[in-house]
């Protein structure tokens, strides 16, 4: 195992936001108002200390920044203002670039010209399939899939839902490798992983760790942080499931009535999706919560990207219930080529990677944890029976 000290670590961890870490004596404060820090998982003083030292490779096997939600109380009440909550967060980016192997998340992190770049060459090869494969355009009427053949956005949808399946789950595999092939020395059975697969699907759906953060609130109301985030992510993957598993009923010349699911699922997730992303630019713009007080390039592009999508889709609907022909089909072209690079690049490579992150850290916690308490009672047992 290579455990050689670097040096660079901390100014490699600038380039992705971090602030003030070298102000840090590890008082250990943070660790001690962390309302999601346990014994096991010390953070974020124990982040902030093996990035002091150089242990690049210990670093990366570490759970624990994926742990936090940014609360913002370990930096509000920090004595040195050595801002350990963005520590965390530019932490995250930068262990998102370590699990991904084509090494684009590096680039997009570090480097505006980067990722806008690559945002808008995807756009333009989004563009130039509608210039040279576009059905006719028919102008007495709107008809939508004369235009763009449903069948045939419908393979493009599964082309690109496998393409950031594949690097996303590769990468998440990579995450794997570091954190419990080369980071757990307990021995872990297969059927660990079986039983505790399950906080891997509740935390994906509830985000329940993200409630801690809001614990001197009660209520779905009152836990703004909370609630708004999970609306954001429950309009995302309604939307996102929508559009790769069913566009067929998705994009339909059908005019449904108000009560169809298909009008009320889209409605829901357009209305959450827009409030979540101009809700998180906003807290940026007026920086009133500690996570808004140090935005870094990523913060701004994904909700940026998610309000064009958005308005996009939203001007689309409206053409087209309008019966405006190429007010429809010109929309339709330019919501595709804000929503593809989205998908495809934040995705597998970007801030939204984080959202998978998540929950698999939180499965990997307690798949680790399982297999100590394992360990400890078999040798607990092993013990009593050689008395």
């Known amino acids: 195992m290579n455990n050689r000290l670097d040096p660079k670590i901390l100014k490699e961890l600038k380039e992705y936001g971090a602030v003030g870490i070298e102000k840090c004596f590890n008082c250990g404060n943070c660790t001690a108002t962390c309302p999601l820090a346990t014994d096991d998982y010390p953070f974020p003083r124990n982040v902030i200390r093996r990035i002091q030292l150089g242990q690049r490779e210990h670093l990366k096997r570490q759970l624990d920044p994926w742990l936090c939600y940014y609360c913002g109380d370990c930096s509000n009440t920090c004595p040195k203002g050595a801002e350990p909550g963005e520590t965390m967060m530019s932490t995250r980016r930068w262990l998102t670039a370590q699990y991904d192997w084509t090494g ?82 307990t021995p872990i059975p297969i059927s660990i992983y079986i039983t505790e697969a399950w906080h891997l699907i509740y935390h994906f759906i509830t985000q329940k760790s993200f409630d801690k953060c809001d614990e001197q609130q009660k209520g779905f109301i009152k836990k703004t942080r909370w609630r708004n ?24 010349e059908n005019i449904y009535p108000i009560y169809h699911p298909q009008r009320w699922l889209g409605y829901y997730a357009t209305i959450v999706l827009l409030f979540g992303a101009i809700d998180s630019l906003w807290g940026r713009i007026k920086k009133t919560h500690q996570m808004h007080r140090f935005s870094h390039m990523s913060d701004w592009i994904f909700p940026i990207l998610l309000i064009l999508t958005t308005i996009s889709g939203i001007l689309v609907h409206g053409f087209r219930y309008l019966d405006m022909p190429l007010p429809t089909y010109y929309s339709y072209v330019i919501h595709l080529a804000v929503l593809v690079p989205m998908l495809v690049l934040e995705v597998p490579f970007g801030k939204w990677s984080h959202l998978a992150y998540r929950p698999f850290a939180i499965y990997f916690q307690h798949v680790k944890a399982k297999a100590l308490e394992q360990e400890r009672t078999s040798e607990a047992f092993a013990s009593t029976g050689s008395d």
Not at 147 to 171: E, K, Q, R
Not at 229 to 252: A, C, D, K, N, R
Request: hydrophobic share 60%; charged share 10%; glycine share 6%.
């Open 229 to 252: 985030h999970w609306l954001l992510v429950s309009g995302y993957v309604i939307m996102l499931i929508m559009i790769v598993g069913f566009l067929p009923w998705f994009q339909t």
């Open 104 to 185: 684009l998340a590096r680039k997009f992190y570090t480097s505006a010209v980067w990722e806008i770049g690559a945002i808008l060459f995807v756009a333009f090869c989004v563009v130039l399939l509608f210039v040279f494969f576009a059905g006719p355009m028919e102008t007495d009427h709107t008809a939508l899939n004369t235009f763009a053949p449903v069948h045939a956005v419908h393979i493009g949808d599964w082309i690109m839902a496998g393409f950031l399946s594949f690097f996303l789950l590769t990468n998440i595999f990579r995450m794997y490798l570091f954190t419990i092939v080369q980071g757990e020395r």
